[in-house]
Structure formats: structure tokens, C-alpha cells
């Protein structure tokens, strides 16, 4: 069976998350392997490849991914996808892992994913705009709103 229709048969039984959710996750797994577990193994010097990403770092590199790509609007977009907490990721996961498209270990568990943060608070967001006079160019970056007050 194709990883195409192996898909198919996800969405089928499973109709609780938008497509466009499993893709994301993808993403943000690839950007936790290029961004957070490749600088955790810079620190330590460690040369692993293939490096198994546990549930908190995975959701780590979704906050950040999401944050990344969507901005202000993360929790808006993830909402759009019926995914609301940590633990819809967990069952995104879980269901990839169910229909093979994604590995585990035996260590892993859907409790990884139970309620690892908010998503009123690790979303909430604001954005600090930055000029780059060498780039001709304004960027934006975003800071919890959370710690503007502070």
C-alpha cells in the first residue's frame, strides 16, 4: 500500500483533524530536527543521525514552527484544523504512527502529549518589527505577550 492511499485510509477513519493538521506536523518535525534537536547536538557535541524527537520536543518545534508561519494567527490556524491542545497533536501522531507513516519507540506514549502547555498562552503572541538597513528590509519576530509585561 502506497503512503498515498495508507493516508487516504487515515482521513477515512479518523475525520476528527483537517488534512492540512498531519501535513503541518510533517513540517514542524522537520523544522524540530533542523532547529532543536540540531543545536541541542551542537552543544553537545554529538554527531547522532536520525535522532529520535520525543513528544515535548516535537511540541516545542510545533509552537515555534507555528509561530513562525503563522504568527498572531498560530492558534487561529491550528483551531481551523480542530487541533486546540497538545493532546490533539498526540492523537494526530498516534494516528500516523497507526497507519505507518511514522515511527516510534517503545518508550513513547500519547502521554507525552497531555496537556504540555496552553494554547491561549503559548500562543498569544506579539509581533516586534526589526529593520535590516544591509537586507533593505523590516521583519517580523514575535515575543509572548506574556513577558511585555514583565
Known amino acids: 500500500m502506497t503512503a498515498a492511499e495508507k493516508f487516504r485510509n487515515l482521513l477515512a ?13 510533517y513540517e514542524a518535525l ?6 532543536i534537536v540540531k543545536d541541542d547536538e ?3 557535541k554529538g554527531k547522532r543521525m536520525g535522532r529520535h524527537v520525543t513528544g515535548p520536543e ?13 504568527g498572531c494567527l ?9 487541533v486546540f491542545s497538545t493532546d490533539d497533536f498526540g492523537e494526530i501522531v498516534f494516528n500516523l504512527i497507526e ?8 518508550s513513547d506514549s500519547k502521554a507525552d502529549f497531555h496537556r504540555v502547555y496552553d494554547f491561549a498562552e503559548a500562543f498569544d503572541v ?11 528590509e523590516w521583519r517580523a519576530a514575535y515575543v509572548s505577550r506574556a513577558s511585555i509585561g514583565q
Open 30 to 35: 522537520d523544522w524540530t530536527l533542523k532547529n
Open 13 to 25: 477513519a479518523d475525520q476528527r483533524y483537517d488534512a492540512e493538521a498531519y501535513n503541518f506536523i
Open 74 to 82: 498560530s492558534r487561529t490556524v491550528l483551531e481551523s484544523w480542530s
Open 126 to 136: 506579539a509581533p516586534v518589527f526589526c529593520y535590516a538597513p544591509e537586507r533593505d
Open 99 to 106: 497507519h505507518d507513516l511514522m515511527g516510534k519507540q517503545d
Open 58 to 70: 516535537l511540541l516545542d518545534g510545533v509552537r515555534r514552527y507555528a509561530i513562525e508561519q503563522f
Open 42 to 44: 551542537a552543544r553537545t
